[in-house]
């Protein structure tokens, strides 16, 4: 079954500095990998998805993510962390097995900025 | 109206009440979610309505229960709920079920924060 897992519940950066979130997923076939974002009280706002071509996507507020099929990651970076990025950010594979439209979520890291 | 938007965004209710939580996606989307998100637990997906139907009901107790009477509304009725119910519930869609030519990225509404009392 599908699944992913992302290793770091709580990750703390000082502002200005460079970020990295773990995903790994556990997939049998090419995945559609996304990463959203959520803010306190908030629904999840997709950040960047990958489906297929270039393994190095551009998302929106200066993110970017690598798809590296040999080691089954999916990891969100960002150069330079300002203060408003400070969310909870989940990583999700799909679609799942029977073509369901269903997506699998982590469970979350937690990304608390420092001043 | 953009994007998926739920109403409404905080509800307190009794055990004994009933109550409804309404989401509406302005999309174009066919296919419809409800996911149940609590402290400290990963996102838990509830149901799945695509194209109206119901594809996926994850083993979700009887007293929640769905409506999507079409492609744009989706309904969660509520009655008789516990107080390990409160949370927060969200809404999304996504544009395909289950062609493969669909993207499969799914749209979240801001959610609607469920206290029961």
């Known amino acids: 079954a599908q699944s992913v897992t992302q290793p770091d519940i709580h990750i703390t950066v000082s502002e200005g500095a460079s970020l990295e979130l773990r995903c790994n997923y556990s997939y049998g076939a090419t995945p559609y990998l996304f990463w959203y974002v959520q803010s306190p009280g908030q629904g999840l706002q997709l950040l960047l998805k990958?489906?297929?071509?270039?393994?190095l996507v551009q998302g929106i507020k200066g993110f970017e993510a690598e798809f590296k099929r040999s080691q089954s990651s999916f990891n969100l970076r960002k150069p330079s962390v300002h203060w408003s990025d400070a969310a909870e950010y989940f990583c999700?594979?799909?679609?799942?097995?029977?073509?369901?439209?269903?997506?699998?979520f982590g469970k979350g890291t937690k990304l608390t900025v420092n001043p | 109206e953009t994007g998926v938007t739920q109403t409404p965004r905080h509800l307190v209710m009794g055990m004994t009440n009933k109550k409804s939580l309404k989401c509406e996606q302005h999309l174009g989307h066919n296919a419809m979610y409800w996911y149940k998100q609590s402290a400290k637990k990963p996102l838990e997906l509830m149901f799945v309505y695509n194209f109206k139907e119901q594809t996926e009901n994850n083993s979700v107790p009887s007293r929640f229960s769905p409506e999507c009477p079409n492609s744009s509304h989706l309904f969660l009725h509520l009655h008789t709920l516990q107080p390990e119910d409160s949370a927060l519930y969200l809404c999304a869609s996504s544009q395909d079920g289950v062609s493969a030519s669909g993207t499969h990225e799914q749209y979240f509404g801001p959610g609607t924060r469920l206290t029961v009392t």
């Open positions: 990958y489906f297929s071509g270039d393994t």
């Open positions: 999700a594979v799909g679609p799942t097995q029977g073509g369901s439209e269903k997506l699998v």
